[in-house]
């Protein structure tokens, strides 16, 4: 799996950068937010407790999906302005604990 940051733009009033990624899995499946987020994290030298996906978007028979991610300055700033479901999808579960 490999992730390509595509644009990265700054939003200073939700104190954020706005983040659109594109992820090529050719052959495997559509990776977990998880996977996403901690290449996101690790490829931009953010802490990972700071980065929300948003969305993924696989294409049908290309093995590529596309996303957005929200990188903010700090984790309460992101617990303020992220929606609950949107949190609750990107912590982290027990199956990927073990991982």
Same mark, same amino acid.
């Given at each position: 799996m490999e992730v390509k940051v595509v644009s990265k733009r700054r939003n200073p009033f939700f104190q954020r950068e706005e983040v659109a990624f594109m992820v090529l899995h050719q052959g495997e499946g559509t990776p977990s937010r998880m996977e996403v987020r901690r290449k996101i994290a690790a490829l931009l030298s953010v802490p990972l407790e700071n980065v929300y996906v948003r969305k993924i978007v696989t294409e049908y028979g290309l093995g590529r999906s596309k996303g957005t991610a929200m990188i903010y300055d700090s984790k309460e700033i992101a617990y303020q302005v992220e929606p609950e479901y949107i949190? $609750?999808?990107? !912590?982290? $579960? !027990?199956? !990927?604990?073990a991982a």
């Open positions: 949190i $609750k999808r990107n !912590e982290v $579960k !027990e199956s !990927e604990e």
